[in-house]
């Protein structure tokens, strides 16, 4: 089955600097590939999402990319800001349902 | 639009008692159910899935069970509670597998 991998588990940026998080896959069939920003106590939200058939995405200060050749694909958050600081959680699917990363703690300093 | 409910939010229990977690979604008909389980630090586990009434898949053989008694409800059961069952359990929605998915607020549930 896929299996995900996620890295950093945890990273430390300045405000206003960018963040950069890596995720590779295993199953070549998947092709969906979303991304879930977590808060403290709640449930994971979709911040944004790319299909195999597309290389980037972006919306305002976040982007997406994938490369599937090399079965990888990178959350890439710019300007970062205090609000930004949670968990972020890759995942991977195809016809199958989603196989998520790790996480990755993300912390914006003042 | 849609809105999913899990209920309860947080929840403590003996070892040995038994459990059961709802989860209902409004506002669309026939969506495929999740239940995921957090523990810290091991990102989430897909327990359950299901696609339709009555029709459920599970990943990984463990002391829980799941329902879908209703096209829009989902329930996570168990008879006898572990230790090992505390974690932070999570439901979510999607058309299809290959649709993002929306999740619930979660239950901690703690077992002592």
């Known amino acids: 089955g896929e299996n995900v991998e996620q890295h950093p588990s945890t990273l430390s940026v300045q405000e206003g600097d960018s963040a950069v998080i890596k995720c590779t896959y295993s199953d070549s069939a998947s092709n969906y590939f979303p991304w879930y920003k977590q808060e403290l106590g709640k449930g994971p939200q979709l911040i944004i999402d790319?299909?195999?058939?597309?290389g980037e995405k972006k919306d305002q200060r976040i982007a997406v990319t994938l490369n599937k050749t090399a079965k990888h694909f990178s959350l890439h958050i710019t300007e970062t800001q205090p609000e930004d600081s949670a968990v972020y959680f890759c995942?991977?699917?195809?016809?199958?349902?989603?196989?998520f990363g790790k996480g990755t703690r993300l912390s914006v300093i003042a | 639009s849609q809105t999913i409910h899990q209920w309860p939010a947080t929840l403590v229990q003996p070892v040995g008692s038994p459990l059961s977690l709802e989860c209902t979604v409004e506002g669309t008909s026939n969506p495929n159910l999740y239940w995921y389980r957090q523990a810290a630090g091991r990102g989430l586990q897909l327990l359950f899935y299901s696609v339709g009434i009555g029709q459920i898949s599970s990943e990984v053989p463990q002391n829980l069970s799941a329902s879908r008694p209703q096209d829009r409800q989902f329930i996570l059961s168990s008879k006898k509670l572990l230790l090992s069952d505390s974690g932070f359990y999570l439901c979510?929605?999607?058309?299809?597998?290959?649709?993002?998915?929306?999740f619930g607020s979660g239950t901690r549930l703690t077992v002592v």
């Open positions: 790319i299909r195999s058939n597309v």
């Open positions: 979510a929605w999607s058309h299809g597998p290959e649709g993002g998915y929306t």
């Open positions: 995942a991977a699917s195809g016809n199958t349902p989603l196989v």
